[in-house]
Antibody, heavy 118, light 109 residues
Framework: EVQLVESGGGLVKPGGSLRLSCAAS????????MNWVRQAPGKGLEWVSS????????YYADSVKGRFTISRDNAKNSLYLQMNSLRAEDTAVYYC???????????WGQGTLVTVSS | EIVMTQSPATLSVSPGERATLSCRAS??????LAWYQQKPGQAPRLLIY???TRATGIPARFSGSGSGTEFTLTISSLQSEDFAVYYC???????????FGGGTKVEIK
């Protein structure tokens, strides 16, 4: 069974940093690209970043470019999102999602809440 | 950037009735469109990909149609567990960009 479990969320002050993790199991993690998608409270879904299976290709939404860094450790079956210079508008539930051959998000984790507030 | 517009924002439907949700793209996305269902406090769940292919385990009452810029998700006979928010997503120009529609909330009439 495919499982994705996010962790690392919490309350952080504006300008602060946080590192999110996503632990994957039930599939060959090293064979799949992965996404981070976020959802602000009461709002819709927003794509944040993508990383290819070997980390050769990395993409970011304009809203986080230069502040967030996506990475992965295939030996540990883990995906990461380093978030720096956090702003109030980064407050959201952050989901990791697997990229399948035919669609960009077939399995999702349960999400981790990041709150940016003073 | 491709903008995805969903309508209506809220759809009130009685159990057992048909629900028809629309999604429009600002430019052609071919058939590179997915639909997701999200219930309160839960992660999104993939329903449809390739505009019309049901994901594994999705009941046949869910169907998708369309191509280019106009897409439809139809729920043929609403069950109590189908009341949720539905999002469309284009992946035609991914990488590098993925975009979601604003969502349609299907509520009990």
């Amino acid at each position: 069974e495919v499982q994705l479990v996010e962790s690392g969320g919490g309350l952080v002050k504006p300008g602060g940093s946080l590192r999110l993790s996503c632990a994957a199991s039930g599939f060959t993690f090293s064979s799949y690209s992965m996404n981070w998608v976020r959802q602000a409270p009461g709002k819709g879904l927003e794509w944040v970043s993508s990383i290819s299976s070997s980390s050769s290709y990395i993409y970011y939404a304009d809203s986080v470019k230069g502040r967030f860094t996506i990475s992965r450790d295939n030996a540990k079956n883990s995906l990461y999102l380093q978030m720096n210079s956090l702003r109030a508008e980064d407050t959201a539930v952050y989901y990791c999602a697997r990229v399948a051959p035919v669609v960009t998000a077939d399995y999702w984790g349960q999400g981790t809440l990041v709150t940016v507030s003073s | 950037e491709i903008v995805m517009t969903q309508s209506p924002a809220t759809l009130s439907v009685s159990p057992g009735e048909r629900a028809t949700l629309s999604c429009r793209a600002s430019q052609s996305v071919s058939s590179n469109l997915a639909w997701y269902q999200q219930k309160p406090g839960q992660a999104p769940r993939l329903l449809i990909y390739g505009a019309s292919t049901r994901a594994t385990g999705i009941p046949a009452r869910f169907s998708g149609s369309g191509s280019g810029t106009e897409f439809t998700l139809t729920i043929s006979s609403l069950q109590s567990e189908d009341f949720a928010v539905y999002y469309c997503q284009q992946y035609n120009n991914w990488p590098p960009r993925l975009t979601f529609g604003g969502g349609t909330k299907v509520e009990i009439k």
